[in-house]
């Protein structure tokens, strides 16, 4: 699978988890980077793999930590400020549900 196509269906599937019909018809921009990790001041730690900027609608992920789940995460985070209007805690339940490390591109061959 092409990457645009896996960045796609990674953000329809989450959408569809969160039960949003109609998300913004274009997923966020994806930057990934050669690293292991990067600086960030959103962790407490001063080190992100992965990062969701509102309202750009930007996505950086640590191409060495990368993994589908941590491209779910932050597409949640961006369906979830369209959604709510606001960030949504790490905490909040869509987090685990919507999250599950796998695209099943099945589900269009109904």
Known sequence: MDPYSMILLAYLQVAQCLGMDHPK????????????????????????????????????????????SLLQHEMAH????QREGRAVEH?????RDCVTGTLDDEADDD
Not at 38 to 49: D, L, V
Not at 78 to 81: E, K, V
């Open 25 to 68: 018809p274009n997923p966020p921009v994806v930057t990934i980077l050669p690293v292991k990790k990067f600086r960030c001041s959103a962790s407490p730690t001063g080190k992100c793999i992965g990062l969701y900027t509102w309202p750009s609608r930007r996505i950086k992920i640590a191409g060495e930590s990368w993994s589908i």
């Open 78 to 81: 961006d369906l979830l400020w």
């Open 91 to 95: 905490r909040a339940p869509e987090y």
